[in-house]
């Protein structure tokens, strides 16, 4: 998806948060460097870990449809394109609500998913506890419209509160955890309010009723929210990153205030790394911005992660069509070639395992990394950044060139030009031993491969580990 201006993020619409559900992200003039030291040194790991593992998993992945978004009556001209069963939006709601009902993932095996996740080179996780249709992956005591509740035939299950199990399979591998989490909620009745100004028949991203008309049903909406973050961030272990989504509740939106602040300010007390995402929100925060289903053009000098599917959508669909990995390879360089981290989505299917397609995409991935993983972890950005062939980036002594070949027919020529400009010392080939042959020229150096690297059919990239003077 081509790169959307943010120049008007914080301005008072909606439009400029969301285009057909994918999410605008801040610009680097809007975010704010904090002031807690703590959150710097976490925003400098944050960085180095750079492939993240994001996962979108609920009732609706039953019927393979966009996650949420078919619920909101002004998304439905795009998000309900896949719905050709039922016609009439307020019958399909009901389904849509009752999902909870029906869903029974028996397949379920969080320590599966957490050796793939290991396997592929993941760092890090990112899990849907709550999207914003309101269903709660998590034991809460909020509301029963979760996976523990006796209605969701799951709750018999020894491992019914998903949350805790994911979180534990992912931590024992040694993987951090981030608690996606949707500020609003299209199920309770404190943010779609039926006997509101307006009733369900009528739905919105916002809440059916202005916050600053009726303080007191707002104000249970907020109480009810914290409580939900508390829980995740009490009760669950350690977590990383609380990573909000809905970026439309927020102040200057109809006075949608939950008063965020008290709410991660006093998680870090007693969990003091908390890194807070409040995407395209901007401010103290939103300590990383998060564009969605792109690549912004240029590097950013601030902490930033790409959220992109595996497939086509962020939720489990049928058949879906996984991207080829030597795509995934060139996505994931192109980000940390411009500073940023990638989060990879992969949705799990409604029994509860991974779709075979996305296991081998993950374990193709992992192996490419295993070779070439020292150019990716814990580098930082160099120029000339990413160039369409080139993506560079460096780390201590050493500058790293991945020479990315666009397909498998790609002729390897036996000498490779490397556009960096900086003073080289020596030249190595990740993956073979030995130093390369090369010369300087007017505007980089050409590197002689070595002739068991020149092969009939191209890899996927040559990576060029070039030692600095």
Not at 348 to 371: F, H, N, S, T, Y
Request: contains cysteine; aromatic residues 12%; hydrophobic residues 35%.
């Amino acid at each position: 998806m081509s790169e959307v201006s943010t120049d008007n993020l914080q301005e008072d619409s909606e439009e400029q948060v969301l285009h057909n559900g994918v999410h605008n992200y801040s610009s680097e003039r809007e975010w704010v460097r904090p002031d807690n030291e703590t959150t710097l040194e976490r925003l400098e790991w944050f960085k180095d870990q750079k492939l993240g593992l994001m996962m979108h998993w609920g009732p609706y992945s039953q019927i393979g449809v966009v996650e949420s978004w078919a619920l909101s009556d002004e998304d439905q001209d795009w998000s309900r394109t896949g719905i050709d069963w039922e016609k009439d939006g307020e019958e399909f709601k009901r389904q849509y609500f009752g999902l909870n009902k029906t869903f029974n993932p028996i397949r379920f095996q969080p320590e599966v998913w957490a050796d793939l996740a290991q396997e592929g080179g993941f760092k890090y996780l990112i899990f849907t506890t709550k999207h914003h249709d309101g269903f709660c992956m998590w034991d809460t005591k909020t509301t029963d419209y979760r996976i523990t509740d006796e209605q969701t035939p799951f709750h018999t299950n020894k491992q019914a509160d998903v949350c805790r199990h994911v979180f534990d399979a992912f931590r024992a591998k040694g993987m951090a955890i981030a608690a996606y989490f949707s500020k609003a909620d299209w199920h309770t009745p404190y943010y779609w309010a039926p006997d509101m100004e307006r009733s369900l028949t009528n739905t919105r991203r916002g809440p059916t009723y202005d916050p600053r008309q009726h303080p007191e049903l707002w104000e249970k909406f907020v109480q009810f929210t914290q409580e939900q973050i508390n829980e995740l961030l009490t009760e669950y272990g350690r977590i990383d990153v609380l990573w909000l989504d809905a970026g439309w509740v927020r102040p200057a939106r109809d006075g949608q205030d939950i008063r965020l602040g008290e709410i991660v300010e006093k998680a870090r007390e007693h969990q003091p790394w908390l890194l807070s995402a409040d995407r395209t929100v901007g401010g103290p925060y939103e300590n990383y911005v998060t564009p969605e289903q792109t690549i912004p053009d240029e590097a950013m000098n601030i902490p930033w992660e790409s959220n992109i599917t595996m497939g086509t959508s962020f939720s489990f669909r049928y058949e879906d069509d996984y991207k080829p990995t030597r795509q995934l390879i060139k996505i994931l360089m192109e980000v940390v070639a411009k500073g940023g981290n990638l989060a990879l989505n992969v949705a799990p299917q409604p029994d509860g395992r991974l779709p075979q397609g996305a296991i081998k995409r993950m374990k193709e991935l992992g192996a490419w990394m295993g070779v070439h993983g020292e150019a990716v972890y814990g580098t930082r950005i160099c120029a000339p950044y990413y160039t369409g062939s080139n993506a560079f980036t460096q780390k201590a002594d050493a500058v790293y060139c991945t020479h990315l070949y666009p397909s498998a027919d790609t002729k390897v020529s036996a000498s490779v030009f490397i556009p960096y400009e900086g003073d080289v010392a020596a030249v190595e080939l990740l993956g073979m031993e030995g130093q390369l042959e090369w010369t300087q020229e007017a505007g980089g150096l050409t590197v002689q491969l070595p002739q068991a690297a020149i092969t009939e059919a191209a890899p996927i990239a040559h990576v060029f580990k070039m030692l600095k003077k």
